[in-house]
C-alpha cells in the first residue's frame, strides 16, 4: 500500500536549516552552516553518496537505514525551491531515479533526465502533486522530499502518513523550524503513533504514523485533583 | 559527580505545554490542556504517581525510568512560577524530598516541609541557586525541574550537563517550546552527544550529554561541490 511519508533531518531543537538567506552564495550563509551540521550523518552514509554519484562514505547503521528508507519510494514530491537549487548540483543524473512532481506556480514541460528521473511541474497545488505521484508510484511510496515548508503544508492538509525525523544531537538556536504551521487548532493535537527509533552516535532516527487531528481533552489527574 | 541535569515533556513538535495562560483556572486553559496531554505517559506512571502520593498507576518501563532518573538526583532548582503553582497541589509533603532552591526576586524564609523536602528562595539568581543545588546534592545530582524557561535559562548560561527529553507522540501546532532562547550565536550550534534512547509507544526517552557552543563549519560536501 502506498504510504505518503516525509522525511527530513532536522536538529534537536527542530531546525531543518539555518535562518533563511538570499545571499548568491548560499552555501556561504548561515542557512548552509546549521543545514549542513544537520544533514552531516547521510553526507558521510555511503548508501547516500553512492546514490548521489559521489565517492566514498561510512557503511553504517545509517546508511543502511538511508537505503532502506530510499528503496521504498516511487515516486517524489518537493517544492519549488528545492527543485530550482538541485537543478545545478544533481546534474544530468539527478539522484531520485523515478518521477518527481514539483509544486509550482510557472508551468514548465516535463523533464526526463538520465537514470529514470522525471521532474514534472504541477501548477493546481500541492494535494494534486500528492495524488499524481501516488498513481506514480505503482504501489510504492510517496516521498515528500522537502523542503520543509512543503512538508509543513503537506502535514497541516492532512496528507502525510508517516513522518521520519533524523534528528542530529545539535542545538542551532536559530534556523527554519520544521515543525511549525502544522494548522492544528487551540485546544487540538495530532497524535503520533511511534513506529520505530534507531539510534547512533550521529543521529537519532525517529518514525511515526501520523493520526487525525483530535480535541485535547483535560486529562488533570497529575494536578492534584487526581488524588485517588 | 554531580551532574546539573535537566529534564522535560515535550511535543514531538517541542511544546512542554499549550499557549500561556493567566486564567485563573489554569486547568481549563489551553496551556493545561498541552501540558497534560504532554505529561500523560508520567502520570500514568507508578513510580510517580506513588511518590505524588497518589494510588494506581502502571507498572511499566516508563515508570522505571521515572524511577531510575529520580533515584540520581539529590537537589531541585525550579523557577517561581512552577514553585508558586506548585505550592497548593504539593500540599504538606511535597515529591522531592531534598532541597529545592527557588529562583525569585522576592526574599522568603525557607520552609522546611515534611518527607524532606525543603524550599530555599535564592534572589541572586539562576547561577547561584544551581551552585547552592550542587552543595546540597550531596554528590547526586542536581536537577533543574523547570519549568520551561528555567531550563532554557540554564541551557544559554552553559549549566546544564545533561538533557533530558520526553517526547510525547502529539503534535500540538502552538504553545510554548522549551528549546528556544538557548542563547545560541549565529553560526554557532552547541553539540550533544547522545547516551541513550529509550522508546515506548507512549514516550520516547531521550537523553544527552551537553557540549559547548561552538562554531559551525562548512562542511558542503553534500552540495555537489564535495564530488570526489
Known sequence: MTLVTAEMSISLDGYFAGPRSDETDWTKSPEALGFFRITRWVVNAQSWRERMGYAGGEQSVNSDLAAELTARNGAYVMGRRMADG??????????????????????????????????????????????????????????????????????????????????????????????????????????????????TQDVTHLVYRVGKAASLFLDDRGSGDGEA
Do not use: M
Open 86 to 199: 538541485g537543478e545545478g548540483p544533481w546534474g544530468e543524473e539527478p539522484p531520485f531515479h523515478g518521477p518527481v512532481f514539483v509544486v509550482t506556480h510557472r508551468e514548465r514541460e516535463t523533464r526526463h533526465c538520465q537514470g529514470g528521473t522525471s521532474f514534472t511541474y504541477v501548477t493546481d497545488g500541492l494535494e494534486s502533486a500528492i495524488a499524481q505521484a501516488r498513481e506514480a508510484a505503482n504501489g510504492k511510496n510517496v516521498l515528500i522530499s522537502g523542503g520543509g515548508t512543503t512538508v509543513q503544508q503537506a502535514i497541516a492538509a492532512g496528507q502525510v502518513d508517516e513522518l521520519v525525523l533524523h534528528i542530529a544531537p545539535v542545538l542551532l538556536g536559530e534556523g527554519q523550524r520544521l515543525l511549525d504551521n502544522l494548522g492544528v487548532s487551540t485546544g487540538h493535537g495530532r497524535e503520533l503513533t511511534p513506529e520505530r527509533v534507531v539510534h
